[in-house]
């Protein structure tokens, strides 16, 4: 079954700015937005919480499982720190969000994350962990950087994806309504 509306996954190390992105965008354009840590927390998809890192211990199978229904249909905006679990036939657009490390670390301090936590994500995000996992998790074509930096990059990134999806809908709703 082919779907109406694109699935979209805004990821990128924590503090680049994903949720603003995701928000942004679900406003515009009617997409809903899907934060995983919400459902993990809420639908029970964990095994519990890890002290050490202050964060759930996902269980990946349950959380395809709860998503799967919804997801399948098209129409949603998924944000979270890793893309490589979700199936490529779920997914039309991955956007890897990219931040300068001086700005990660200060959002990331904001957060007060500890220093351990902070230093792991800089270490990520100067090895662009994220990145390469969606480049070796989908095609070329559908993974997509974009800098996360100023106020003005959340901005022209929602544009600029707003301009992708209504190109997708031209191209994969096209046939609708017409006799055959």
């Known amino acids: 079954m082919s779907r109406r509306?694109?699935?979209?996954?805004i990821t990128g190390t924590p503090g680049v700015g994903k949720t603003s992105h995701c928000e942004l965008l679900a406003e515009r354009t009617a997409l809903t937005h899907l934060?995983?840590?919400?459902?993990?927390?809420?639908?029970?998809c964990h095994d519990g919480w890890d002290e050490r890192w202050k964060s759930w211990i996902v269980?990946?199978?349950?959380?395809?499982?709860?998503?799967e229904d919804e997801v399948k249909d098209g129409g949603y905006i998924i944000?979270?720190?890793?893309?490589d679990l979700?199936?490529?036939?779920?997914?039309?657009?991955v956007v890897v969000l990219r931040?300068?490390?001086?700005?990660?670390?200060?959002?990331?301090?904001?957060?007060?994350?500890?220093?351990?936590?902070?230093?792991?994500?800089?270490?990520?995000?100067?090895?662009?962990?994220?990145?390469?996992?969606?480049?070796?998790s989908y095609d070329e074509e559908i993974v997509v950087a974009l800098e996360s930096n100023e106020d003005g990059d959340v901005e022209g990134n929602v544009e600029r994806i707003e301009s992708w999806i209504a190109n997708w809908r031209r191209d994969n709703n096209s046939g609708e309504g017409k006799g055959g």
């Open 5 to 9: 509306n694109p699935n979209i996954i």
């Open 35 to 44: 934060s995983i840590n919400q459902v993990v927390k809420e639908r029970g």
């Open 59 to 67: 269980d990946e199978d349950k959380l395809l499982d709860a998503i």
């Open 79 to 83: 944000d979270w720190h890793a893309c």
């Open 86 to 93: 979700f199936p490529q036939s779920w997914i039309d657009l």
């Open 99 to 136: 931040a300068e490390t001086a700005q990660l670390h200060d959002r990331l301090k904001s957060r007060d994350y500890s220093e351990k936590k902070v230093q792991e994500n800089l270490d990520a995000e100067i090895m662009e962990v994220v990145l390469s996992e969606a480049r070796e």
